[in-house]
């Protein structure tokens, strides 16, 4: 959309409410919903602004806004040989700022029938466009799960441990054996999902104030252990990808993100009670942080019964 006379003619065709969205985009910035003509004009003029300033482009596109829905991706594989693989999905709704918090994989609201219609668009998707590599296929779906194509990601993406985790892949490994020119030497059948994978995102922010990031020294740093035994004597296995180190600096010229927190278990709730006893061993000092955050979602009942929204944590916290 190039326009804001287009962009409300167009959110009129659609139907709102829609959403303004950068082309370039990332991470919630370049961003707005709007609900009739007169927030169209104003959440297009803002999102461009926002988009030029944040990724040097401004291009604009809009889709129509899904009222309080999940956010599922779908991992795909395509090696340039004719095969494309989809390694099941990842419920990311946990979000703020239209950034995610808290993945999952699979979707403790995803059956396996749904899986295979998303699994299969995911990959048509891929081949339609000559896809080689590994890429993610973002989608909304709503409460009769119903799912609507979002965006695709083609690239390596902050949550592709716990798609790791659930089928035995090295995401990595097969990226570059696709890159090298090799066909992929796993099948569909390959990757039926076994277990269940949490990740957490930890970040230098302050919930208490609107998750603003926080900046200063990193006085004290312990990471939990690799293995953590839960009661019913299961041990769940315990993943922290960290790019900090005790002493370093979190300014604010970077992403607040400290460090991904992963467990996995046998099942759903194996995965959250590891990560419970992960985040009570977890050290941060010297600056704002959202660990005790993420650890009151992990008793929230809306949480451990899985139902989840991108609205959850505007409407919960």
Known sequence: IETEEEAVRLSREIGYPVMMKASAGGGGKGMRVAWNDEEAREGFRIAKTEAKSSFGDDRMLIEKFIHNPRHVEIQVLADGHGTCLYLNERECSIQRRHQK??????????DPETRR??????????KAVGYRSAGTVEMLIDSNRQFYFL???????????ITELITGQDIVEHMINIAAGHPLSITQADLTPRGWATEARVYAEDPLRGFLPSIGRLTAYREPPERITIPGGEEVLVRTDAGVVEGGEISVFYDPLIAKLITYGSDRQASIEGMKRALDQYVIRGFNN???????????PRYVAGELTTTFIPEEF
Do not use: K
């Open 117 to 126: 219609q998303m699994g299969e668009q995911a990959c048509a998707l891929a």
């Open 101 to 110: 918090v808290l993945e999952e994989a699979p979707s403790p609201f995803i």
């Open 151 to 161: 965006e695709m990601n083609t690239r390596l993406q902050v949550e592709h441990p």
């Open 290 to 300: 959202n660990v005790c955050f993420l650890r009151a979602m992990m008793d929230h």
